[in-house]
């Protein structure tokens, strides 16, 4: 079983954007769980002083995957989620 | 498939064009897209008609302006250099004032990308000053509202607005980085190496970017459109009946200035709304001194200050919400004395 780790990150409480973020990755992890991919989906605070040491300062809402920052200020959609998880692979 | 791609490419961009081809036109032939009714217009009609025309009147000129606005909004936010901007705007140099106030406002429009920015100037010791005047400027500055006031308040007021705020907000960094409680606050954060190594943004093919900001576009109209139709609701019963005499003999003059920052300050209304809001006032006889620091009321208002608050304490706050309110002040003046009268 391949293992992906996704990082939602977004201000706390989170915002309209970030929720939208986070239901399509969790889209794309049903997808893949059937294919015997495991995305492990985390939610990471941006102005916490530990994403802005591992990353610096981020457009929100912000998706990283496996510690990479791939995408900020804007909501990918389900189809460009699943392309960057598949590209990580 | 190539050519699939080209021909939608080619639709979304006659799209945009479409909207800045119009607006073009409407300013050059000064073709007024501003509302029109009075307050005689309107208290004449029943009551449940009062919003519907206000609104009929906005919507018949302010389609226009609005679609622009919106389509430009969602072209900046997409193609907005953003990790260029977020590299100068935390050097700690002097351009990181500049960079601040000269790009901040092309993609801000909502508070949730603007206060964790902020936060992440402080936090990585961008240096408080800098990330105060982004405050300041983004919401202040921000491309719909200043498409929206150049059209309903006019470019002359427009442009002092975007003037004085981006004068303001430097000083006001400036000025609170000076203050011991600033320099003491700046020293808790040292500054952090560069992390490029961890971004590493995708890459899109243009069709799929400009979708990206039609929708993005799309979804700020789907946000602001609904408060902006309520606000109005209450604006044209505002403009109704609201007696004309407090708002002359209370919004003219040096105290109309003064009163009209303190009013525009704790009232909490999203910029939209502040303009229109503005325009009813200005109908009823609000000078134009008192409409620049109307305008430039808003920095100070609760919500902000408080969540300002969490992250840098309250001395800060209320020095940057008092010199804020200063610079309204005295923006106004300035306004009022030399250009457009008190």
Redesign the interface.
């Known amino acids: 079983m391949k293992k992906i780790v996704a990082e939602v990150i977004?201000?706390d409480p989170p915002?309209?954007?970030?929720t939208a973020v986070k239901r399509n990755v969790e889209a794309v992890a049903k997808k893949l769980a059937d294919e015997g991919i495991e995305v492990e989906i985390e939610r990471r605070n941006?102005?916490s002083?530990e994403v802005?040491?591992?990353?610096?300062?981020?457009?929100?809402p912000a998706l990283?995957v496996n510690?990479?920052?791939?995408?900020?200020?804007?909501v990918p959609d389900v189809r460009?989620v699943e392309r960057?998880i598949r590209e990580a692979l | 498939m190539e050519t699939k791609r080209a021909l939608k490419t080619i639709l979304m961009l006659g799209f945009i064009l479409f909207f800045i081809v119009m607006m073009a036109r409407a300013i050059i032939g000064a073709y007024t897209l501003t509302p029109k009714s009075t307050a005689e217009d309107l208290r004449g009609l029943p009551l449940w008609m009062i919003p519907l025309v206000y609104i009929w009147d906005y919507a018949q000129h302010g389609w226009l302006c609005l679609g622009f606005a919106f389509a430009v909004s969602g072209v900046f936010?997409?193609f907005i250099p953003?990790q260029f901007m977020?590299r100068y705007?935390?050097s700690g140099k002097p351009t990181a004032y500049l960079i601040a106030i000269l790009l901040s406002p092309v993609?801000c429009v909502?508070s949730?990308?603007m206060?964790?920015?902020y936060?992440?100037?402080i936090?990585?010791g961008?240096g408080i000053g800098p990330a105060l005047a982004f405050l300041y400027v983004a919401p202040a500055n921000n491309l719909l509202a200043d498409i929206v006031t150049v059209q309903v308040l006019g470019w002359q007021i427009a442009l002092a607005d975007i003037v004085a705020a981006g004068i303001s907000a430097v000083l006001i960094g400036y000025i609170v980085s000076r203050t011991p409680w600033g320099r003491a606050f700046e020293q808790r954060y040292s500054k952090?190496p560069?992390?490029?190594a961890?971004?590493?943004?995708?890459k899109?093919p243009i069709d799929e970017r400009l979708w990206?900001a039609l929708k993005?576009g799309g979804h700020l109209a789907k946000?602001i459109l609904p408060l902006f139709l309520i606000g109005l609701v209450i604006v044209s019963y505002f403009q109704a009946f609201f007696p004309e005499e407090l708002v002359k003999a209370y919004l003219t003059g040096p105290i109309g200035v003064v009163l009209a920052a303190l009013l525009a300050g704790p009232l909490y209304t999203p910029t939209l709304i502040e303009v229109a809001l503005g325009k009813a006032l200005v109908t009823l006889g609000m000078s134009p001194g008192a409409t620049i620091a109307w305008l430039m009321g808003q920095p100070y208002d609760l919500p902000n200050s408080l969540s300002n608050y969490r992250?840098v304490g309250w001395r800060i706050v209320l020095i940057y919400d008092l010199l804020a309110f200063a610079f309204a002040v005295a923006s106004g003046l300035i306004y009022g004395l030399l250009v457009g009268g008190l």
């Open positions: 977004g201000p915002c309209v954007n970030c941006i102005v002083e802005i040491q591992k990353y610096g300062i981020l457009f929100s990283a510690g990479v920052v791939k995408i900020m200020g804007k460009m960057l | 936010a997409e953003q977020l705007m935390s993609f909502c949730c990308t206060v964790p920015i936060a992440g100037l936090y990585a961008a952090n560069s992390r490029a961890s971004v590493e943004l995708v899109q990206t993005f946000q992250i």
